[in-house]
């Protein structure tokens, strides 16, 4: 067995396969880009074969770059969690459409629950709230609307990402993949009790949900399978959501410390230690790793948009060419000209959770400049962030430090922004794909590089920069009033 750890980080808008050395260090990588799918306003789908084919893709360019199958000790996968894949357990093939995380089309029946007076059960059971995110909504539209999902019968298999993944990489040619979830996974689907660990009968019924067609909830390391594709055997045995494995990978391993990261939407988690955590703000509880079928937790903050914005900017309204624009436009004006943008372009998030919010640009006038509204689409990450950090203080959970990562803290003037108006330093790794890290060291626990994850994070974290808070007080709080303001006016 070889000591490379390859990784398959299978997010929302690209899939990647990396190679690391047990040191920590990337050794090659290689990513395909994903089509996203709008078929209506407020869908968002994925073509569940094009993520497992490109994926594929991926890995086995890695496996080649590292000499052949038997230089791989482990593989492990994070995923964009929420997103659901139904898929027949005879042929592997898909279904139905892959009901992305961003999706709203179950906003009717989280209303209709809510209207019945379920959220509160839902939230002690689950650590959740009633929510189109989450994939349980998504199950109870899927199994309404897609009828060739009930005529499937014993067949239907239902899974998050990495569920799907794990399937096709050790099914045979006679069918028969296994079929798993880790625990971080189960905990975002609105089915899993989060103290039990288990599915609930309860929910499972609530949502309509076939159990039958559910997978096993895991560990998140371990000896799961292995997979036969790449001209050897690769043990799978590391498991995690990317938000959870990004915690990990940014070794907040003791309670109360925070990571964040900035990528298509924006998560804060902060470690909460061995009991489950309750949030009376509205923010998330969550399970942030298990082994040996025992749990630790986090309390989460979700916000919908932070790098699609980016994106949107470029590809919708051309007012970029890339996205590395954006730090010089940023830094061309003084201040944001009282102009701000609230991107609720798939509703918000944490803590205000209002799915059928629309964005907004406001404080506009013929002084204004692109770069200005460029500057505000950036500025919302910091605003946003200060937004969840009152939320957490309130839960007693405040943050003394924040450790960043992910596409959009490449910008250094978005860092710098983040310590400034969270008046916390802010920490940024020098190698900042941290969610494909922390699987990384899922993967040498599972294999036994690493005796845990102690030891993992002791060998794989590299450097880090420190950003100090520098802006004034007043000039702060004036920027946070406008912000609160324009966020007022697309909830009312």
């Not at 200060?386 to 910008?411: C, E, P, Q, Y």
Request: net charge negative; hydrophobic share 45%; proline share 4%.
């Amino acid at each position: 067995m070889g000591d490379a750890l390859l990784v398959i980080d299978e997010g929302t808008t690209s899939t990647r396969a990396m190679l690391f050395a047990p040191g920590g260090r990337c050794l090659d990588w290689q990513a395909e880009e994903l089509t996203q799918h709008y078929p209506q306003a407020g869908w968002v789908e994925h073509d569940a074969t094009e993520i497992w084919t490109k994926s594929a893709r991926c890995a086995l360019a890695m496996v080649d770059a590292a000499g052949g199958a038997e230089r791989i000790a482990a593989i492990g996968i994070t995923n964009q969690r929420e997103t659901i894949v139904f898929w027949d357990k005879t042929t592997g093939a898909p279904l139905a459409p892959a009901i992305v995380w961003q999706d709203r089309r179950s906003a009717a029946i989280c209303r209709e629950l809510k209207d019945r007076g379920e959220e509160p059960g839902v939230q002690a059971r689950t650590g959740l709230l009633l929510d189109p995110y989450f994939s349980g909504t998504k199950i109870a539209w899927a199994m309404a609307n897609f009828p060739q999902l009930r005529e499937a019968g014993n067949r239907l298999a239902i899974g998050t990402v990495e569920s799907w993944l794990v399937w096709k990489l050790t099914a045979n040619q006679t069918g028969g993949g296994l079929h798993i979830t880790d625990a971080t996974n189960a905990s975002r689907t609105l089915l899993m009790g989060l103290g039990s660990g288990g599915w609930s009968d309860g929910l499972i019924d609530l949502f309509d949900a076939p159990r039958e067609a559910l997978p096993e909830i895991v560990d998140c390391a371990g000896r799961f399978g292995e997979t036969t594709l790449f001209g050897g055997r690769i043990p799978v045995c590391g498991l995690a959501g990317d938000q959870q494995a990004a915690t990990i990978g940014q070794a907040c391993l003791a309670k109360g410390e925070t990571k964040a990261t900035f990528g298509t939407g924006a998560f804060v988690l902060t470690n909460a230690g061995t009991s489950p955590p309750s949030s009376k703000h509205r923010l998330l509880s969550t399970v942030l790793w298990q082994f040996g079928g025992r749990r630790s937790y986090a309390i989460e903050g979700s916000v919908f948009v932070a790098g699609s914005v980016v994106k949107w900017l470029r590809d919708s309204l051309g007012l970029i060419g890339s996205a590395d624009e954006t730090e010089a436009l940023a830094r061309s004006v003084a201040d944001n000209g009282g102009v701000y943008f609230v991107p609720a372009l798939t509703g918000l998030g944490a803590p205000w959770w209002e799915p059928e919010a629309r964005g907004a640009i406001s404080g506009l006038s013929l002084a204004s400049t692109r770069a200005h509204v460029v500057r505000a689409a950036l500025e919302a990450m910091a605003h946003q962030s200060h937004d969840l950090k009152t939320a957490f203080a309130a839960d007693g959970a405040d943050w003394s430090r924040l450790r960043i990562d992910g596409g959009m803290v490449a910008n250094g003037w978005i860092a710098q922004d983040l310590a400034d108006m969270l008046a916390i330093p802010v920490e940024r790794p020098a190698f900042t794909e941290t969610t494909a890290l922390g699987a990384a060291m899922l993967a040498g626990v599972g294999c036994g590089m690493f005796a845990g994850l102690d030891e993992g994070a002791a060998a794989m974290r590299g450097e880090v920069e420190v950003f100090e808070p520098r802006l004034e007080a007043g000039v702060r709080d004036a920027r946070l009033a406008g912000w609160q303001a324009a966020v007022r006016a697309v909830i009312g």
